[in-house]
């Protein structure tokens, strides 16, 4: 693989400048949008996989090739909303995923199809608002987990293999730095040891080019009690993946803003870097939708900008452009979390299921 663009070997300076200033905005839902166009079996095949032998409605990412324009159009959506940076449409862009749909082979197509699509957009808003636009490839969580069994009577099968996670998201992320991403997102997180496959198969890719991009890191927390699907706390996770020197760290998904508070708190006090958090629209509704409005999304996330909790904010499942919109405008009135400042005897901290610290 060659080196990275001149683009991509500015953007941690850009991005630490970004948000020095204010606090970044991120963009909302892709499969919310996606979702409004009604798209059929015919649109998801497209010309490519028209004789597929498995069904494809519903792989929102083959969209990146048989609906392009339409996949572009969101990405430039959220930057006129007021977005720094969208996510590539790639949440289930791997081979791990893919294999539900038979579409493994087209992995790589899909990843950098999608990093130029976004890109695309990128420039457009530029030229337009002349500022600098971000893009995010998106690592999402995969459908298989390394810590949990799928097999109540047997707790030590796992479907999927360290290596097997590794190579799927080696490949991924791999195809998204050839497309040209600023930035990769390892979002979602409901299992730490699939995020530590992801953080080992990115090393390995750093190694490669001989450069690296900024990592974010996103973890989800699945309910009330404050912990991971995989069991750990907010502050146990955090423990677990900071070797890994995240540009950001953050909170998105399973939860709407006003559930997630105390844990974007909790992450806020421990990270050494810049916090994020992208919530659903509320929580959902009995049809599975999302109810929250823009401005009830906006004033929850402004609280949080009041307390010094954010450096970057966006949206999940259920938020559209007027929801970025608004949150935009509601957080533009506070300054960004600062940084905390480093020490020159810093405490060993260890996790489990919970955190460790020793001074």
Known sequence: MSALTHRQSTAAAELRHLFAQRIAILD?????????????EADFRGERFKSHPHD??????????????????????YFEAGADLVETNTFNANRISQADYQTESAVTDLNTAAAQLALRAAHRAE???????????????????????????RPDYRAVTWDEVVSAYYEQARA???GGVDVLLIETIFDTLNCKAALFALGKLWEEVGAHLPIFISVTITDQSGRTLSGQTTEAFYNSIRHAHPFCVGINCALGGAQMRPFVEELAKHAECPVSCYPNAGLPNAMGGYDETPEQTAAVLGEFAAEGWLNLVGGCCGTTPGHIAAIAKEVRKHNPRPLPQPTEASPLRLSGLEPLTIA
Do not use: W
Not at 30 to 37: K, R, S
Not at 56 to 76: F, M, S, W
Not at 138 to 149: D, F, I
């Open 56 to 77: 494809l409605r519903g792989n929102n990412d083959l969209l990146c090739l048989t609906q392009p324009e339409i996949v572009e159009g969101v990405h430039y959506a």
């Open 28 to 40: 909302g839902a892709m499969g919310t949008m996606l979702q409004a166009h009604a798209l059929t």
């Open 176 to 178: 998204l730095v050839a």
């Open 127 to 153: 030229e337009k608002y002349r500022r600098r636009c971000f893009v995010a490839g998106a690592l999402g969580p995969l459908n298989r987990t390394l810590s949990l069994s799928p097999d109540v009577n």
